[in-house]
């Protein structure tokens, strides 16, 4: 996958330039509720519900302040991606211990054929530490775009 | 939002999950992200506690058309069934109206709901 490609998933108003919540629960329920008012979804209940059932089997605080929560579900037309900071970072129970900051939510439907070649790709993109502590200087989506598209 | 619509959305969600989390291409993207994800029965008993309170002849058809198709709800996008792909009544084109009621597709017979 292209970076072009990556960047074709993320939008505008799927950018959430600070996070209020400050617990775990808060995060998944505010970033679900966004993407009903977005209305990408029909009911973020679903989404939060299945997303706290993922999480369940193990925290997807992937380390280094990231976190990419994910699920499939029928609740969504494609896939979709909410780009979500908190500055001050929480704890996920990520792999190391540390606070997360940079938050990636990733749903998808059941048979999208993207959404592992999308992970894999975003984990590649956040596993570059200049990368990550660029992202956490963004203020908007421009400049969010602009970032990952700079990526070689 | 019908509550009963509602369950089935999950259930399905949940069995899908509990399918993929035994996939290997799933094992081979989450060792990627450094992530490991511990035994499912957790999902099992979510969806079992799930299942529970869905009424039975609903529940019964769930599992026929699990059966036949592999799927029992079927997303609606722009009022067409995502199960076969017929156009639904226009009266039902607003996603509030169709997902107000526990509602089949008349040419499949999937639960619809309108995403």
Redesign the interface.
């Known amino acids: 996958m292209k970076q072009s490609k990556l960047l074709s998933y993320f939008h505008e108003d799927l950018f959430i330039p600070e996070l209020r919540a400050s617990s775990k629960d808060g995060i998944l329920k505010e970033m679900a509720a966004w993407l009903e008012s977005s209305k990408k979804v029909y009911k973020a209940s679903i989404i939060y519900d299945l997303l706290k059932k993922r999480e369940g089997l193990g925290s997807t605080g992937i380390g280094g302040g990231v976190a990419i929560p994910h699920c499939r579900s029928i609740a969504v037309e494609k896939l979709i991606v909410l780009f979500a900071i908190k500055s001050k970072g929480i704890d996920f129970k990520s792999t190391d211990k540390k606070p997360v900051k940079l938050f990636f939510m990733v749903v998808a439907p059941p048979h999208d054929v993207h959404y592992l070649v999308f992970l894999g790709k975003l984990v590649e993109l956040l596993t570059d530490r200049k990368i990550k502590k660029m992202l956490l200087k963004i203020k908007s989506f421009e400049e969010f775009k602009n970032l990952v598209s700079e990526v070689k | ?1 019908n509550k009963i619509l ?1 369950k089935l ?2 259930l ?3 069995d ?2 509990i399918v ?2 035994k996939s290997k ?2 094992k081979i ?1 989450q060792k ?7 035994g ?1 029965e ?2 099992h008993d ?1 969806r079992n506690a799930l299942e529970q309170t869905i009424p039975p002849k609903v529940l019964s058809k769930y599992y026929k058309l699990m059966e036949r198709f592999g ?1 029992a ?3 609606v ?1 722009d009022n067409k069934c995502m199960g076969c792909y017929v156009t639904l009544p226009k009266r039902l084109a607003i ?1 509030e109206l169709g ?1 107000r009621e526990l509602r089949n597709c008349e040419r499949c017979g999937m639960f619809l ?3």
Request: charged share 30%; proline share 3%; aromatic share 8%.
């Open positions: 939002m509602q959305v999950m399905q969600d949940l899908y999950m993929e989390v291409d799933v993207v990627k992200m450094g992530l490991k994800i511990k499912d957790k999902l979510a799927r709800v079927a997303p996008v996603r997902n709901y309108w995403v």
